[in-house]
Structures are given as structure tokens and as C-alpha cells.
């Protein structure tokens, strides 16, 4: 999303007797390990996140860790338990990710909700720091090539590892968001015009992130630490994450058109030579082209939330005003390509 | 003619704007401010948008009226069955010049190469 994240500030007044009842609970999945420092994070739409201490829980040799909660919150009907279980797969896999410690899922759940309890790795996710202060310029230097192998990492994971992913097929599925919003834009049906014309002709199927790009990674000065927000894993094409990562609005306003921080060539041969099998960049093209498409058409839904009182807001409201600037990302993505 | 007093609406919005620029932006930090800078782009962009509103509506329409469609949404809709498919330069080519038209107003800035 656009806009800054809350981490570091705490949403509200926390109610004191909720808290310590949340304390007790995370204590009772932690093998009755001491919690304490429960501190809320953020709390988007559908999930709250949640750091704290837990002091001599058995998983960690009774010693004393930083942890991260995740709960889910009513109404939201994704599942919490494929989503553990995939970043799971990926840290066995060797992908640089914050390590489960515990997980539930449904109403009957310790915590009344589905929820993962994980590590809390150190280090900065507001891309803009990471792109500008003096701190990251080492990381600015190899993140490319490591984002290119934790990609390959992740799509050399076998697919039934994480049961419970699935697969659709994107532009059906966005038609249908654009159509259900009822705004009609041009420059989005000829999108999907050329998108459905240049389809990649031998797409693989792999665990997919969904959501690969700086402000969902961990980085410290030496570069990547772990990959975060793994909420819309799916099955899908692998060059999905590849060309998501290039979306114009990824890069944050600098010139560099992978995560902002290198080229597509630094990228592409970092992936391949992690054993991600070879990138045709046409076919990372045509996904870098539909993520451009997803994200102008997220910017109508964000606008939406504003427009239909489900969250007033003017900053959503702006946002509407903000789909020009994914057509014409489009138009310059196309250019020569029509 | 419009029947009201001096200013006019554009001069209104411009007058919180400014407030805000003055006022509110200096007097407040973290979330409360990055809101204040946002209301202050709002109000810009609005300020832009009447002042070339009516030329743009104009050209807008004609761009339409040229493709043979009375609003986007026929427009739209010809591009996904195909109707237009014989003349997609052209469609391309005004479409284009719609965007540039919308983006002068939200973010002008973006159109700098």
C-alpha cells in the first residue's frame, strides 16, 4: 500500500484487561512460558499484529525472545493455517523468513481466532528508508541478487508442501473486481485486451508470494533478513513474483525498475543462477504488465472503502485520484509493445 | 454567471490550503501531519481541476464524440468486445491524451520525464 506503515506506533489506547487476557492466552500456547511488553503494532482490516516478550518458553531453551503475533480478525475468511504452514515450507527451504513458534486456526483456537506467533527479526520495512539513508546502501547494492535467489528458493518449493493454496486465473478474476466497482476505465480494457493476446505460452505452477517487494521485506545494512506477508500465497506462474516486484509503484520513485534497488538483468541472472530456471523477460514483462493493472485497480478498491463508508477517510478518498497514474504506467509499459 | 460573492470557489479551497500550509503543517508531526500534507494536496489538486475543469470536459467529450461513444463506460466496453479493434491507434492515441489530461490534475508532477 501507499501509504506509511504503522509500525512502531500503537493504535489506541489498548484496553488494559483485554491485553493481559491476550498476555494469558499467548502464554498458554507458549508452554506457560512469562509474556510480557504485549504491544499492539498495527491493526489493518483483517488481522492485528502484536510484539511482545515471552520469557522461558521450552521451544527457545527457556530463554528469553522478541515474538510477533498475528490474529486474524472475525469476518475475514482466509485461512491463517495454509498461510503458516506455507511460510513454514519456505523456511525449511532455506528462504530467509521469521520462524513459526506457534499456530491456530478457527473460533476453538487458544486465541479465539486463527493466529501465528513468529519471531521478530530486527532490521527496517519502510522502502523509502531503504532506499535513500546512507545505513542501506550496502543493502541497496546486493538485495537484488538476494531477492532474485529467496525467489528461486520459493519456487523450488514442491507445491504440496503447503496444502490449502490454490489457483485462479487472474485477469477473470480482476475483470470481475473491475466489473463489481462499476468504474469503467479505457486504458484498463486495453490492458486486458493486450494481456489476454500475449499470454505466456508455457507458464509453470509454483508457490506464488503474491505480495514480493520492499515494504513486505525485513533489511538491515547487510541486506535482506526475511521475507514477510505471505497472505496472498497462491499457486500460480513463479514469474507472477518476479514481475510484481518491477511495478512501477515498487520502485518508490526511483529510477531502478527492480524494488528500485537494481536492473532486470541483476534480477533475472540471480534467479537463475539460485536454480529459479531460466526468465524469458517478454514473459516477466506480461506480469509486470498485470501488476501494474492489479495495483490501479487495488487503488479503485482502497478509493471504494472511502467512497461506500466502510472507512472515511481522505486519504483513501485521494487514492481514487491516483488510477492515472497506473494508466499511464501502462501506457509507458506498452509502449512498443502493442 | 454564478450568483455568489466574492471569492470564488477555487479562491476558497485555496485559502485552507493555505491555512493548512501555514498553520497546520508547522503545528503538528508524525500521522496528524502526513494527514495535513495529504489535505493539502487534495485541496491543490482541486484547485487545478477548477481551473481547467471546463477545457478539459470539453475535450474530453470530443475525444468520445470522435470514437463514436457517449461516455467511458461505452468506450470501455467497445474496447473489451472488440468493436473497436480496426482503429486501436486511434483509440489508444485519445485515451492517452485523457490520462495526461487527468494526471495534469492529480499529480502533474508525474508527467516530468
Given at each position: 500500500?501507499?501509504?506509511?506503515?504503522?509500525?512502531?506506533?500503537?493504535?489506541?489506547?489498548s484496553?488494559?484487561?483485554?491485553?493481559?487476557?491476550?498476555?494469558?492466552?499467548?502464554?498458554?500456547?507458549?508452554?506457560?512460558?512469562e509474556?510480557?511488553?504485549?504491544?499492539?503494532?498495527?491493526?489493518?482490516?483483517?488481522?492485528?499484529?502484536?510484539?511482545?516478550?515471552?520469557?522461558?518458553?521450552?521451544?527457545?531453551?527457556?530463554?528469553?525472545?522478541?515474538?510477533?503475533?498475528?490474529?486474524?480478525?472475525?469476518?475475514?475468511?482466509?485461512?491463517?493455517?495454509?498461510?503458516?504452514?506455507?511460510?513454514?515450507?519456505?523456511?525449511?527451504?532455506g528462504?530467509?523468513?521469521a520462524?513459526?513458534?506457534?499456530?491456530?486456526?478457527?473460533?476453538?483456537?487458544?486465541?479465539?481466532?486463527?493466529?501465528?506467533?513468529?519471531?521478530?527479526?530486527?532490521?527496517?520495512?519502510?522502502?523509502?528508508?531503504?532506499?535513500?539513508?546512507?545505513?542501506?546502501?550496502?543493502?541497496?547494492?546486493?538485495?537484488?541478487?538476494?531477492?532474485?535467489?529467496?525467489?528461486?528458493?520459493?519456487?523450488?518449493?514442491?507445491?504440496?508442501?503447503?496444502?490449502?493454496?490454490?489457483?485462479?486465473d487472474?485477469?477473470?478474476?480482476?475483470?470481475?473486481?473491475?466489473?463489481?466497482?462499476?468504474?469503467?476505465h479505457?486504458?484498463?480494457?486495453?490492458?486486458?485486451?493486450?494481456?489476454?493476446?500475449?499470454?505466456?505460452?508455457?507458464?509453470?505452477?509454483?508457490?506464488?508470494?503474491?505480495?514480493?517487494?520492499?515494504?513486505?521485506?525485513?533489511?538491515?545494512?547487510?541486506?535482506?533478513?526475511?521475507?514477510?506477508?505471505?497472505?496472498?500465497?497462491?499457486?500460480?506462474?513463479?514469474?507472477?513474483?518476479?514481475?510484481?516486484?518491477?511495478?512501477?509503484?515498487?520502485?518508490f520513485?526511483?529510477?531502478?525498475?527492480?524494488?528500485?534497488?537494481?536492473?532486470?538483468?541483476?534480477?533475472?541472472?540471480?534467479?537463475?543462477?539460485a536454480?529459479?530456471?531460466?526468465v524469458?523477460?517478454d514473459?516477466?514483462?506480461?506480469?509486470?504488465v498485470?501488476?501494474?493493472?492489479?495495483?490501479?485497480?487495488?487503488?479503485?478498491?482502497?478509493?471504494?472503502?472511502?467512497?461506500?463508508?466502510?472507512?472515511?477517510?481522505?486519504?483513501?478518498?485521494?487514492?481514487?485520484?491516483?488510477v492515472?497514474?497506473?494508466?499511464?504506467?501502462?501506457?509507458?509499459?506498452l509502449e512498443?509493445?502493442? | 454567471?454564478?450568483?455568489?460573492?466574492?471569492?470564488?470557489?477555487?479562491?476558497?479551497v485555496?485559502?485552507?490550503?493555505?491555512?493548512?500550509?501555514?498553520?497546520?503543517?508547522?503545528?503538528?508531526?508524525?500521522?496528524?501531519?502526513?494527514h495535513?500534507?495529504?489535505a493539502?494536496?487534495?485541496?491543490a489538486?482541486?484547485?487545478?481541476?477548477?481551473?481547467?475543469?471546463?477545457?478539459?470536459?470539453?475535450?474530453?467529450?470530443?475525444?468520445?464524440?470522435?470514437?463514436?461513444?457517449?461516455?467511458?463506460a461505452?468506450?470501455?466496453?467497445?474496447?473489451?468486445?472488440?468493436?473497436?479493434?480496426?482503429?486501436?491507434?486511434?483509440?489508444?492515441?485519445?485515451?492517452?491524451?485523457?490520462?495526461?489530461?487527468?494526471?495534469?490534475?492529480?499529480?502533474?508532477?508525474?508527467?516530468?520525464?
Open positions: 500500500m501507499s501509504t506509511p506503515p504503522a509500525n512502531g506506533q500503537r493504535n489506541g489506547p484496553n488494559g484487561s483485554a491485553t493481559e487476557r491476550l498476555a494469558a492466552q499467548l502464554s498458554s500456547v507458549l508452554d506457560g512460558a509474556v510480557t511488553d504485549l504491544v499492539r503494532l498495527s491493526g489493518g482490516a483483517s488481522r492485528e499484529t502484536w510484539r511482545f516478550t515471552a520469557h522461558g518458553d521450552a521451544a527457545d531453551g527457556a530463554g528469553t525472545r522478541p515474538l510477533i503475533l498475528q490474529r486474524q480478525r472475525a469476518g475475514d475468511g482466509r485461512d491463517m493455517g495454509v498461510e503458516a504452514s506455507v511460510l513454514r515450507a519456505a523456511g525449511a527451504a528462504m530467509p523468513v520462524q513459526v513458534v506457534a499456530s491456530g486456526t478457527g473460533d476453538d483456537s487458544p486465541l479465539e481466532a486463527s493466529f501465528m506467533v513468529m519471531t521478530a527479526v530486527e532490521g527496517e520495512t519502510i522502502a523509502r528508508k531503504i532506499l535513500r539513508d546512507d545505513e542501506y546502501a550496502e543493502a541497496r547494492r546486493v538485495l537484488p541478487a538476494q531477492l532474485g535467489a529467496a525467489l528461486a528458493q520459493l519456487h523450488a518449493i514442491p507445491v504440496d508442501a503447503a496444502p490449502g493454496l490454490v489457483e485462479q487472474q485477469i477473470a478474476y480482476y475483470r470481475g473486481v473491475m466489473d463489481t466497482l462499476g468504474q469503467p479505457p486504458t484498463f480494457e486495453l490492458a486486458f485486451r493486450w494481456l489476454e493476446q500475449h499470454r505466456p505460452t508455457s507458464p509453470r505452477t509454483t508457490i506464488v508470494h503474491g505480495d514480493f517487494r520492499l515494504g513486505n521485506v525485513i533489511v538491515g545494512p547487510d541486506g535482506l533478513r526475511a521475507v514477510l506477508d505471505w497472505e496472498l500465497a497462491h499457486l500460480g506462474d513463479p514469474m507472477e513474483d518476479l514481475g510484481w516486484l518491477c511495478v512501477k509503484a515498487w520502485r520513485g526511483s529510477r531502478l525498475p527492480v524494488a528500485g534497488v537494481g536492473e532486470y538483468r541483476q534480477l533475472f541472472e540471480a534467479y537463475e543462477a536454480g529459479g530456471g531460466r524469458d523477460p514473459e516477466a514483462r506480461w506480469w509486470e498485470l501488476g501494474t493493472l492489479k495495483w490501479g485497480i487495488m487503488c479503485i478498491l482502497q478509493c471504494s472503502a472511502h467512497m461506500n463508508g466502510f472507512s472515511r477517510s481522505h486519504e483513501l478518498a485521494a487514492i481514487g485520484r491516483r492515472c497514474e497506473n494508466e499511464h504506467d501502462l501506457f509507458l509499459a512498443g509493445r502493442w | 454567471m454564478i450568483p455568489h460573492d466574492m471569492p470564488s470557489s477555487r479562491e476558497l485555496e485559502s485552507v490550503r493555505e491555512w493548512l500550509e501555514r498553520d497546520v503543517l508547522t503545528g503538528t508531526t508524525g500521522r496528524l501531519q502526513f495535513a500534507r495529504v493539502i494536496n487534495v485541496l489538486m482541486v484547485e487545478r481541476e477548477l481551473a481547467v475543469g471546463a477545457e478539459q470536459a470539453a475535450a474530453h467529450q470530443a475525444r468520445l464524440d470522435a470514437l463514436g461513444c457517449a461516455d467511458e461505452e468506450l470501455a466496453a467497445k474496447i473489451r468486445t472488440g468493436e473497436l479493434d480496426g482503429d486501436l491507434d486511434r483509440v489508444r492515441e485519445l485515451v492517452w491524451a485523457s490520462v495526461r489530461d487527468k494526471l495534469s490534475v492529480a499529480n502533474p508532477k508525474y508527467l516530468e520525464p
